[in-house]
């Protein structure tokens, strides 16, 4: 082969490497979407077998300035990338609530550390400033 067309593989080697690793985040974010939205068959499948292992966490109490409130942690296994805090909306399951579940799971599975936390004021349909408060806390 000539030096030339050398180069030409070569560059395009490193070129193909360069966009796999920056196509990597993208993957993983729809990844997550395609769990979430439970798009079924093949796709659904691939995502699932490629997500990590969720270990989900006992419920603890986290106090506050307004008392104790119930938390529950969602564990991806492998490294952790991020946190996020997920708050139920005003609903009275609080933390426990199937949709925000699933959402934590699916964001774990993503390699998220997920901390779910019950607002005791939206949990019996009340808007107050302490929310924001027990947030903060």
């Known amino acids: 082969m000539s030096p030339g067309r050398w180069r030409r593989l070569a560059a395009i080697a490193v070129i ?20 979430a939205a439970h798009v079924g068959g093949r796709v659904e499948q691939f995502a699932a077998e490629h997500a990590h292992a969720v270990m989900v966490m006992p419920r603890r109490t986290i106090p506050t300035r307004s008392g104790e409130v119930p938390a529950r942690f969602y564990r991806p296994d492998g490294s952790i990338s991020r946190s996020v805090l997920l708050i139920p909306g005003i ?5 426990d609530e199937p949709r925000l579940t699933a959402l934590a799971k ?12 019950a607002l005791p004021d939206l949990q019996h349909y009340q808007l107050t ?8 806390d």
């Not at 193909?16 to 769990?35: G, I």
């Not at 699916?106 to 936390?117: H, I, K, N, P, R």
């Open 16 to 35: 193909a490497a360069v966009l796999a690793y920056v196509a990597v985040p993208y993957l993983r974010a729809a990844s997550l979407f395609v769990r």
């Open 106 to 117: 699916d964001l774990a599975g993503s390699g998220v550390m997920v901390m779910t936390m």
């Open 129 to 136: 400033v302490r929310s924001t408060d027990v947030i903060e």
């Open 91 to 95: 609903h009275s399951m609080g933390i």
